[in-house]
Every structure is written in structure tokens, then in C-alpha cells.
């Protein structure tokens, strides 16, 4: 990534000056766009231009704005404006240098002396955010967005009126790093128990390409896809939660009044073992489930339930179509944009949901990195059919490779909602198994007791 030194306009018709990063001219162009700002100029940052932040800077020294140069053309990045014979020029293994214009020149001569970047933060282990408040600030985020609100704005009204705190300090450490023309997600990916990383990884596909208005409704909606899928599974959960405890209840039961020729003191002794014993045993092992979920959608033990998920059918083929969906259809906007395609691919793969094919993914970017061709890295990776291989094939033969992407990307959307009924249908048998499983284990107790308790207590009391 290079830094670069933008003078823009904002949306107040205020000259701003910063320094940010792109991988070129052109995407630091289509990010300041994204921020709500008209770019003026543009230079290369020099590593040794003693600038850590030049926002930071222009705030310090006050200086006023330079006129807009409205000769320059608008695509072209200035880097400067002094004739060709004065420019210093590269000679033998002396670095060519760069003459600043604008406010960015007056930046670069107000640095004393060199400066050391920051080393990125490590991970949070910051939490506490529900799906539920994910769902509501990605729907408001994007409803602001592609309302005309710049990221800033909308990080800054999101900031105020989210009520959930550690998420409400998070929102606000992105708003600096959109003002700063960083990007957002760059922050995110710092607390990965909020943020899950094929999140970040989807925010940081649209910031490169430019599509980030298209990427946050999408994020919105497949977490309301999956709370939608989830809440339907209230059935089958009660009826396990329902076996559960009429296990704990029917167990002491003969055991207890068989215990005494008094039936009020049988009577006793099984409640006393039931609120006692039997409920909190049950109770305990209804926690112990809940935490061991929560415990898997953590950052370190993601990838194991992943992997349990892709070969428990028919969640693995729900997880395996939903994934290869995201992934082409975030690699054909990156390719439409002008990406370049080993990136694309990689940027395309982090967006990917299953860790495990995450990793699949990553894997044929190196070669995507060496010059292959995308043919060969869809059949590298093992994760597509023939057919769709054969379709990747003939499209990129044809010059035709964003048109082919779009078709894979709906075959596989067509797949997800066939493949969301099943999974629903499957939630629920398991829910009427292990109501079953439990309840019948219940009702052969209760009988074993009754008898076994019964010639217990026949010899007890009245054997010779």
C-alpha cells in the first residue's frame, strides 16, 4: 500500500489536506469520493517526509487552503508543477524525488524531522455485541450511506444513538479512522469478537472496489437471514428443553416414595431431590450447552466449528453453497472495478463466511498472485464442479469473465434458498429426536423404577 497526500473539498466547500493510503491513484480517488470528498491534487507520500499523519498536521499549523487548480484534469494526480528540467530525477541508485504542491507541499516543509509509524494494534478481546445489534447498525449504517451521508456523518450519528456501549466505542474509533481517511476496516479487523472476519473482510472488499454502498446492505441482510433461520428453531429447541427437564422430573420419583412407608415423607423427599438435585443438574446442563455455543462462535474456535458444520449434512451444503456465493459474486465486483485479479481474488476470499473454505480460497490466490489465470485457480481449489469450472472457462476464453461470474454467483444463490428450507426441516427433527430420545428414556425409567422400587419395598417391609 502507498501513502499518498490528497488536497479535496468537502461537502461544505471546506479545502481539507491528509495524508491516506491506496494501492494507486485510482483507488485513493474512489475512496475520497466514498468520504464525501472532491479531490483537488494528489502526491506520493515520501517515506522520509516526516509525516505520521498529515490530518493531524493541518490542524496544528492552521494553514489556509490553496487555490483549486481547475486546469488540472480531474483523473490525473498531481505531482508536479514545476518544469520537467527541474524535477530531480532518479540517477543511479539516488531515489527520484517528489516536489509537493498545494497544501500538501506546505505539510511536507513543516516536518522536522522523521517520524516512526505506529505498528498495528493488536486484537481486542473487547465483546458483548449481540447479532441482533450487528443486524440494527449495519441496516442504519447502510440506510445513511446510500441516503448521501459521508462514512464520517454516518459513523457520527451512529456513535450517538447506538445503545450498546462497547459496540458505541468501537463505531466511534471507526468515525477517527474515516476522518483520517483510514479505512474502517482496518479497525475492525482489531476486534474480531464483533466483528466475525468474513465481515471485515466484505467491508474491505467494498472500500477497494469502491462498492461499499452495495456491501453494507448486503452484510445487513445476511445477518437478518440468519436470525430469520435461527429463530425458526424454537420449536425444536423447546422440545428438547422440554425432554431435559421431564428427565429431571421423572427420575426420583418412584425412588423417593418407595423410600418410606409414610407417603409424606416420600412425598417430601422427592421434591426436596427435585428442586435440589435434579432441576439444577438440569439447568446446569442447559448453560453448559448455551456457553459451549457461544464458546464456538469465537474468533479461535471458529474454525473447528466450521469444520464440524461442513460435514454435518445438510448445514455443510447450506454453508458450502452460501460461501461460494459470496465469494464470486464479491470477486466479480472487484474485477469489474479494475482490480487487478490476484488481488481480487484474495480480497474476494477474506469476504468468504466458512473459515475452512476461507482457507480453500486463500490458498489459489498465491497462484492467482504468480499469473494464473482464473480458470485455473476456480479448479485449483476443488471447491467447484466441473461444470461450473467449464463455465469459468468459457467465459474467460470469451472475454466475457464478469458475466460468467454473475451466472456461478446466482446458481449458487439459487442453491442457499433451496438448501435454508432443508436446513429448517432438519432443526426440527432434531428437535422431535431428542424429544424422544429423551422423553423415551424418561418413560422406561419410570416404569424400571416403579417395578424395581415396588419389590423393593414390598421386601423391605414386609418380607420375613
Not at 438435585?277 to 479461535?300: D, S
Not at 482457507?359 to 464442479?385: C, D, I, V, Y
Request: net charge positive; aromatic share 10%.
Amino acid at each position: 500500500m502507498q501513502q499518498f497526500f490528497y488536497e479535496a473539498v468537502d461537502a461544505t466547500g471546506k479545502t481539507v489536506v491528509g495524508k491516506i493510503e491506496g494501492r494507486d491513484a485510482s483507488e485513493v480517488h474512489r475512496r475520497l469520493q466514498q468520504q464525501g470528498y472532491r479531490p483537488v491534487s494528489l502526491a506520493p507520500a515520501s517515506p522520509n517526509s516526516g509525516l505520521s499523519n498529515a490530518f493531524d498536521a493541518t490542524r496544528l499549523t492552521g494553514l489556509e487552503p490553496a487555490p483549486m487548480q481547475r486546469s488540472q484534469a480531474f483523473n490525473e494526480p498531481v505531482v508536479s508543477r514545476v518544469p520537467i528540467s527541474t524535477r530531480l530525477q532518479e540517477v543511479g541508485n539516488e531515489p527520484r524525488k517528489v516536489v509537493f504542491t498545494g497544501n500538501a507541499a506546505r505539510l511536507q516543509a513543516t516536518a522536522k524531522s522523521p517520524t516512526t509509524r505506529p505498528s498495528p494494534q493488536s486484537s481486542s478481546k473487547l465483546g458483548g455485541v449481540s447479532t441482533h445489534d450487528l443486524l440494527v447498525f449495519f441496516q442504519q449504517f447502510a440506510t445513511l450511506v446510500l441516503g448521501g451521508h459521508t462514512l464520517y456523518n454516518a459513523l457520527e450519528e451512529l456513535g450517538r444513538r447506538t445503545p450498546n456501549r462497547n459496540l458505541g466505542l468501537v463505531i466511534r474509533e471507526m468515525m477517527t479512522a474515516a476522518q483520517a481517511g483510514r479505512p474502517i476496516s482496518e479497525v475492525m479487523k482489531r476486534y474480531p469478537r464483533i466483528f466475525p472476519e468474513h465481515v471485515t473482510g466484505a467491508v474491505a472488499a467494498g472500500e477497494l472496489g469502491g462498492f461499499l454502498d452495495v456491501m453494507l446492505p448486503e452484510i445487513a441482510q445476511t445477518y437478518e437471514q440468519n436470525i430469520a433461520l435461527y429463530r425458526g428453531s424454537w420449536l425444536p429447541k423447546l422440545l428438547a428443553i422440554s425432554a431435559l427437564f421431564s428427565v429431571a422430573i421423572v427420575i426420583p420419583f418412584f425412588p423417593s416414595l418407595f423410600s418410606s412407608m409414610d407417603y409424606k415423607v416420600g412425598l417430601m423427599l422427592y421434591l426436596k431431590r427435585v428442586a435440589f438435585i435434579y432441576l439444577p443438574a438440569a439447568v446446569g446442563l442447559l448453560l453448559l450447552a448455551v456457553n459451549i455455543g457461544r464458546w464456538m462462535q469465537l474468533p479461535e474456535y471458529r474454525r473447528y466449528l466450521d469444520a464440524l458444520a461442513l460435514k454435518t449434512p445438510p448445514f455443510g451444503l447450506l454453508q458450502r453453497q452460501f460461501s461460494l456465493a459470496c465469494f464470486t459474486r464479491t470477486l466479480r465486483r472487484l474485477y469489474h472495478a479494475g482490480v487487478a485479479p490476484g488481488t481480487a481474488w484474495e480480497s474476494a476470499a477474506a469476504a468468504t463466511p466458512n473459515a475452512i473454505m476461507r482457507e480453500r480460497l486463500l490458498q489459489a490466490a498465491a497462484l492467482m498472485q504468480r499469473g494464473a489465470s482464473f480458470p485455473e485457480a476456480f479448479q485449483a481449489t476443488g471447491l467447484f464442479t466441473g461444470q461450473i469450472e467449464s463455465l469459468i472457462l468459457t467465459g474467460h476464453q470469451a472475454g466475457r469473465v464478469p458475466e460468467s461470474l454473475d451466472q456461478v454467483a446466482d446458481y449458487y444463490q439459487n442453491l442457499v434458498l433451496d438448501s435454508t428450507g432443508k436446513v429448517r426441516h432438519a432443526m426440527l427433527h432434531i428437535g422431535i429426536t431428542a424429544m424422544l430420545v429423551l422423553g423415551g428414556g424418561a418413560f422406561l425409567w419410570f416404569v424400571y423404577s416403579y417395578f424395581n422400587g415396588m419389590f423393593h419395598f414390598v421386601d423391605k417391609y414386609f418380607g420375613s
